[in-house]
């Protein structure tokens, strides 16, 4: 009986057990029932299940009494001569011999709804910390955190470490803004890159600490579980925890329902206490490979584990005895984002956010431009490029229809026949509620001068109307420029230039000749009333009278 000493040999026994020396422990013959009546042992009718329970007294297995170790087991079913199914599983031999271990466990949370929910259930333990987005969780699962220790994460789980190689810290500032809407527990950076860079950032935007992701971070196996980096500059670092890589990997990915998983995650624990290592952090991250429907039995069984201590990440981070390492400035990596997609990220969440402002509401329209966005940063998008770009691709096409949602519909070419006058601009508001917004129009040319920026609100889905006064100087082509702003004076709307055709002589023009037609149509009608009255007034003749004289 070899032990199995290493995670490669757990490995090698679980793809091929023959390659181990094994023997034989114990056996037994499948029973089962068919209309209450015993079956002859060994037969199993077509369809039907049975439960075959295997048992063998600890001498029986050939084990040193008073060592501890880990060595392999295989369950086989085998029908005749032929083996018809397998598994393999590593078993941790006298586990209250193992050296004790430290063990904290961080689960993060993030992701769609359903996703998160899963991620909730199996991280369903109150000796598991939590790195908690905010913004994906409902209410109910906002006010669960309260009994728990949890850490807030920038909204989307923002790629930290793209943002700081592409020097975009206005979109992590955007990200916890974002967080902060929803939650006031501390926050924590988890980071694609333990780098000058990456720590820095996260230290300055106010992290309590700053998880190095065993997934891209390539850290090998960690000397601490929690250290002290070297200062940039005059900037003390946040602690930055390196999770053990081997044993969140075998957490992370081993499917949940198999027996052989929790077996298997209790046997790494038990190498890396074997190692001398001491403490540990376990952080299988956002694609922990859960099933969503109750906590996860290997972290149960881990933190039960006679020689596990369940350590809270708070007690891990305030050990004053934590190692001093230096860490590179910076490491780029193929799998960043790249300065384009962070840069359009900032000025897409920008221009959505002065959208907001004028909104006379919280608008659903640009909530979910902005959820789009940050989705599209996300750290789990690193492990696929080709769909983070798709997807940014998408988002920034969401954005682009909720900023230009609000616009002036004027035609391109208006016509001003007075020397001042209101030029008329239709609004339109295709948001999903009310925006106020204040219309600024800029004459590029001395023919025309604006008087008055005029405010207004435009309903949800309606148009309005406003009237911008103007005085026109002289005759001519004006081009003006008109842009939506908010009450801060930032623009809403993209700026449109119009051409006002000023023709104010024929205004005027049009005023004497209308005036002289009147006059004319006066004098006109005083002549024929006065031949009208004296044909009317004439005398008639009359038979002569006498006068007395």
């Known amino acids: 009986n070899v032990p199995l000493d290493s995670t490669d040999a757990i490995d090698a026994f679980v793809i091929d057990p023959t390659s181990v020396a094994s023997h034989a422990v114990a056996q037994s013959a499948v029973t089962a029932l068919t209309g209450g009546v015993p079956l002859a042992p060994g037969s199993l009718p077509v369809g039907t299940s049975s439960t075959v329970a295997l048992s063998v007294a600890p001498g029986a297995l050939g084990l040193p009494a008073d060592t501890w170790g880990v060595y392999g087991v295989t369950v086989s079913v085998t029908v005749g001569r032929d083996v018809v199914w397998s598994q393999a599983a590593p078993i941790t031999w006298r586990p209250e011999l193992v050296p004790p271990l430290k063990v904290t466990v961080v689960a993060s949370i993030s ?11 199996a991280a369903d333990d109150e000796r598991v910390a939590l790195l908690v987005d905010p913004s994906a969780l409902t209410t109910s699962q906002r006010l669960g955190l309260d009994r ?12 930290i470490t793209s943002v700081a190689h592409a020097e975009a810290p206005a979109m992590l500032d955007a990200a916890l803004a974002e967080s902060r809407r929803y939650s006031s527990v501390p926050w924590l950076a988890i980071v694609a890159a333990a780098d000058n860079a990456s720590v820095a950032l996260a230290t300055h935007a106010g992290a309590v600490a700053v998880l190095a992701d065993p997934r891209w971070a390539n850290y090998g196996q960690p000397a601490a579980s929690v250290v002290t980096a070297t200062p940039v500059g005059d900037l003390a670092l946040a602690p930055v ?3 053990d890589p081997t044993l969140s990997a ?3 990915s081993q499917p949940p329902a198999q027996p052989g998983t929790t077996a298997r995650v209790l046997a790494v624990a038990a190498l890396r206490a074997g190692a001398g290592v001491g403490s540990v952090v376990v952080a299988p991250g956002d694609g922990w490979v859960v099933d969503g429907t109750q906590p996860s039995r290997a972290i149960a069984a881990l933190l039960d584990a006679p020689f ?14 934590r190692l001093s390492v230096d860490l590179p400035d910076s490491t780029p990596s193929a799998d960043d984002t790249g300065s384009d997609l962070a840069v359009g990220a900032v000025s897409a969440l920008d221009r959505l956010s002065v959208m907001a402002s ?26 696929d490029p080709e769909r983070r770009a798709t997807e940014f691709a998408e988002a920034s096409d969401l954005a ?17 026949v007075s020397s001042s006058g209101d030029v008329p601009l239709t609004v339109k508001n295709n948001l999903d509620v009310a925006v106020t917004v204040r219309v600024s129009m800029t004459s590029r040319s001395p023919t025309l001068v604006t008087k008055a920026q005029p405010t207004t609100t435009v309903e949800a889905g309606a148009e309005a109307t406003v009237l911008v006064p103007v005085t026109a100087v002289s005759n001519g082509d004006a081009d003006v420029t008109v842009v939506l702003r908010n009450e801060d004076g930032q623009t809403v709307a993209v700026a449109q230039t119009l051409r006002i055709k000023v023709r104010a002589q024929w205004g005027n023009a049009a005023t004497g000749v209308f005036t002289a037609g009147l006059v004319v149509l006066l004098i006109g009608g ?6 009208r009255g004296r044909k009317d007034t004439r005398v008639l003749p009359a038979d002569s009278a006498n006068v007395a004289g």
């Open 111 to 121: 992701g769609p709804k359903e996703r998160v929910a899963s991620l909730l259930s």
């Open 241 to 243: 925890v390196l999770p």
């Open 400 to 416: 682009e229809s909720v900023i230009n949602a609000v616009m002036v519909t004027s035609g391109n070419t208006l016509n001003l």
């Open 308 to 321: 596990v201590t369940a350590r809270p990440l708070t007690a891990a981070l305030s050990d004053p005895d």
């Open 526 to 531: 005083i002549v024929r009333t006065a031949r």
């Open 250 to 252: 075998t957490l992370a």
């Open 358 to 383: 004028a909104a006379q509401s919280p608008s659903a329209m640009v909530a979910e431009a902005r959820r789009a966005v940050f989705a599209a940063m996300s750290l789990a998008d690193r492990a």
């Open 148 to 159: 728990r220790e949890s850490y807030m994460l920038p909204t989307g789980n923002l790629d």
